[in-house]
């Protein structure tokens, strides 16, 4: 079974800086999709970023980025620029391509964006 | 683009009592899933249809919880009777396809007293 694993339940950032939320998974799978979800508070949940674990590069969508190693079987979001509107829960999540498995999240991150 | 749909969005209910949701997805999303967020933590499956038939549901609590997805498109989610572990945020989402970006709906919050 895999297993998403996210190491900092809360995290803050002032304003304008840049800051990385750290998530690990598990899995013997070779080919999956990792995904970054982000849930403000009380409004929906939206998906921030998509990594193919088959890609080398790592996905970058405007203000954020990620750090794919897929040796060490970690995946990280990079928020340069932090805006007050990035507070929010952020969710890494993952889902094997192979069969019918569900896609695994991790417990999330609160992160809090101060001005 | 109209999003998914859930009503209602909050809902208070004594143990043993009943209650049902209700999800639209987003127009043409063949994949609907039903979560559970229990404060603190990440949503957790509790059922995924194709169309209008179970793909997984494998985390769905039987004895209580059932689902179903009439004509491919809107589903019900109901429990029946409510424990007080029950309460949490139910969230619908919809896709594409398995592997396709999931969109979420607003979800139901939950209270068993």
């Known amino acids: 079974a895999q297993t998403v694993t996210q190491s900092q339940p809360e995290m803050s950032v002032q304003e304008a800086e840049t800051v990385t939320l750290s998530c690990t998974y598990d899995t013997s799978e070779s080919n999956y999709y990792l995904f970054w979800y982000k849930q403000p508070p009380s409004r929906q949940m939206i998906l921030v970023i998509r990594q193919e674990a088959y890609k080398q590069q790592n996905a970058t969508e405007n203000r954020f980025s990620v750090n794919f190693q897929k040796a060490a079987k970690s995946f990280s979001l990079k928020i340069s620029d932090s805006q007050l509107g990035d507070t929010a829960m952020y969710f890494c999540?993952?889902?094997?391509?192979?069969?019918?498995?569900?896609?695994?999240f991790g417990k999330g991150t609160r992160l809090s964006v101060i001005a | 683009e109209a999003g998914v749909a859930q009503s209602p969005r909050y809902k208070i209910i004594e143990k043993r009592q009943s209650v049902a949701f209700w999800c639209n997805p987003i127009?043409?999303?063949?994949?609907l899933y039903w979560y559970q967020q229990i404060l603190g933590q990440g949503p957790k499956l509790l059922i995924q249809?194709?169309?209008?038939?179970?793909?997984?549901d494998s985390q769905l609590p039987k004895d209580r919880f059932s689902a179903e997805r009439l004509k491919g498109v809107d589903s019900t989610l109901k429990i029946q009777p409510a424990k007080l572990e029950d309460s949490a945020v139910y969230l619908c989402?919809?896709?594409?396809?398995?592997?396709?970006?999931?969109?979420f709906g607003p979800g139901t919050r939950l209270l068993v007293l």
């Open positions: 127009s043409g999303h063949a994949t």
């Open positions: 249809f194709q169309n209008n038939g179970v793909v997984d």
């Open positions: 999540a993952f889902i094997a391509l192979s069969g019918n498995t569900p896609l695994v």
């Open positions: 989402a919809s896709s594409l396809g398995r592997l396709r970006a999931q969109y």
